[in-house]
């Protein structure tokens, strides 16, 4: 079992929609939780981090951490077709080492 | 955020050859840099991990002796591909870390490797 898990897409949405991203992971090691988004050709940029458990919300994107089911979401809320990138979880643990999962491509449609 | 300048964007060598790829930190002090490599539709694989002034660290599978990396600065990571072959052609994504935590952790624009 990998430790990261995550839905490669693409997924498709009408401009206007709720996204909904999500990831398993296996570590229960892991504390840290972040969301990273990645254009094409470019370098990941960090979008939302929490620690532990819990949600946190910063204008349209709300991120969740459910440490019991070992689930992370992502919520993109009145999405935008700028909003069209892939979206990378991460996570780490004590060690500091981020460990990455595959991005979920996300396409808004106009 | 911070900035994390990487040069060259692209680079096509040929078999046999070595490349070296910089990594900078243009306006922060970077204690630990990263490096990441990224093949089309797969997530970053982290490669090494260097402190400045120290000798990197590599991930298991990851060959030392063909990807050198050197932290010479708080401001500077290179990474040297060796021979490089065709199978090493990928996308190189530096990552720099400030003291501050986790979280105040920058990657670069990527370098795109192609091994002719």
């Known amino acids: 079992q990998k430790e990261v898990e995550q839905d490669p897409g693409p997924l498709s949405v009408p401009e206007g929609a709720i996204v909904s991203l999500n990831c398993t992971y296996s570590n229960s090691a892991f504390q840290y939780f972040m969301w990273y988004r990645q254009y094409s050709r470019k370098g990941p940029e960090l979008l939302m981090y929490t620690y532990s458990s819990g949600n946190k919300e910063d204008g349209r994107f709300t991120a969740q951490v459910d440490k019991s089911s070992k689930y992370i979401s992502l919520f993109i809320r009145d999405s935008q077709p700028s909003d069209s990138a892939t979206y990378l979880c991460?996570?780490?643990?004590?060690?500091?080492?981020?460990?990455f999962g595959k991005g979920t491509r996300l396409h808004i449609l106009p | 955020g911070a900035v994390v300048s990487q040069h060259p964007s692209r680079v096509i060598c040929k078999s046999g050859t070595s490349v070296k790829i910089e990594c900078r930190s243009l306006d922060f002090q970077a204690t630990t840099m990263f490096w990441y490599r990224q093949f089309p539709k797969q997530s970053l694989m982290l490669m090494a991990t260097?402190?400045?002034?120290?000798?990197?660290?590599?991930e298991q599978g990851v060959e030392k002796d063909k990807f050198l990396i050197n932290h010479a600065s708080l401001t500077l990571s290179t990474l040297t591909v060796t021979s490089a072959h065709p199978e090493d052609s990928s996308f190189y994504i530096c990552?720099?870390?400030?003291?501050?935590?986790?979280?105040?952790?920058?990657f670069g624009p990527g370098t795109r490797l192609t091994v002719t």
């Open positions: 991460a996570m780490s643990g004590r060690d500091d080492k981020i460990i």
């Open positions: 260097s402190n400045e002034g120290s000798k990197a660290t590599y």
């Open positions: 990552s720099a870390r400030s003291d501050r935590g986790i979280y105040e952790q920058y």
